[in-house]
């Protein structure tokens, strides 16, 4: 049985302007399919850059993690919430193959490498409307519960 979007989604520790997570399409013990729209007027366009905006490249790795670590890890754990998660990025390689402009829909498809000890790596591609690949990479992070 698909866990609900809502239950993981209410457990995710971020709030706007800094969640970049919108649906989750698939998630199973193995990986997880979510996407995210980058609305026209995200708070990074302003600045990046003049007159051609894009979404940066820190953004779309953030964008990835959410959804293809996090999501995953809060389904996996079963036992995290926002009121008792340590979230913590510790590793990333990710490689960037073209740019993801104001009103664009990606969709993160993220593979579980391994789940251990806590520590969940997976390999995660965004790709855009069209499928085409905008960034891929491996991407790592701790997920516990603060000890009270």
């Known amino acids: 049985m698909q866990p609900s979007f809502k239950a993981i989604f209410d457990q995710l520790p971020y709030s706007k302007p800094f969640l970049f997570v919108d649906t989750l399409e698939a998630v199973s013990e193995e990986g997880i399919t979510g996407t995210y729209r980058f609305k026209e007027d995200e708070y990074f366009y302003k600045g990046h850059f003049k007159n051609r905006p894009i979404t940066p490249g820190v953004i779309l790795t953030e964008c990835m993690a959410q959804i293809g670590v996090v999501c995953l890890g809060i389904f996996l754990t079963g036992t995290i919430s926002k009121e008792n998660a340590l979230i913590a ?3 990333h390689e990710v490689t960037f193959y073209k740019a993801v402009v104001p009103g664009e829909l990606v969709t993160v498809v993220s593979k579980k490498i391994y789940f251990r000890f806590n520590k969940l790596k997976c ?16 991407i790592s992070g701790m997920l ?3 000890s009270s």
């Open 89 to 91: 990025l510790s590793h």
């Open 123 to 138: 390999k995660v591609q965004l790709r855009d409307t069209t499928g085409a690949l905008v960034c891929e990479g491996v």
């Open 144 to 146: 516990q519960k603060k």
